[in-house]
């Protein structure tokens, strides 16, 4: 059984910096992508940043890009996010997620396991 355990969320003062942590096992982790994903209240999930299997390649939304930075230690199953400058409209709770591919996506639907969230809060 895959399970996914996200770590790090607070609150912020907008300025600041966070790392999210997601633990991960029941799946060959170093042979898959993973993703970030966000939901803010009254919003869609949306897309936030994918690291491949190896690490080598990462993608991120437009709105974070500059200032997020997604990393993974395959070794400690454990995949990252780090999150610099962050401002109130990062506000939302964190999802990390994982598919059965080498290969990254930005879309929900392409992920079959997802952590709990963690909650996001930044201040202005």
């Known amino acids: 059984q895959v399970q996914l355990v996200e770590s790090g969320g607070g609150l912020v003062q907008a300025g600041g910096s966070l790392r999210l942590s997601c633990a991960a096992s029941?799946?060959?982790?170093?042979?898959?992508?993973m993703g970030w994903f966000r939901q803010a209240p009254g919003k869609e999930r949306e897309f936030v940043a994918s690291i491949s299997w190896s690490g080598y390649s990462t993608y991120y939304a437009d709105s974070v890009k500059g200032r997020f930075t997604g990393s993974r230690d395959n070794a400690k199953s454990t995949v990252y996010l780090q999150m610099n400058n962050l401002k109130p409209e990062d506000t939302a709770v964190y999802y990390c997620?994982?598919?059965?591919?080498?290969?990254?996506?930005?879309?929900?639907?392409?992920?079959?396991?997802w952590g709990q969230g963690t909650q996001v809060t930044v201040s202005s």
């Open positions: 997620a994982t598919r059965g591919s080498r290969f990254t996506s930005p879309w929900p639907h392409d992920y079959d396991y």
């Open positions: 029941g799946r060959t982790f170093s042979s898959v992508a």
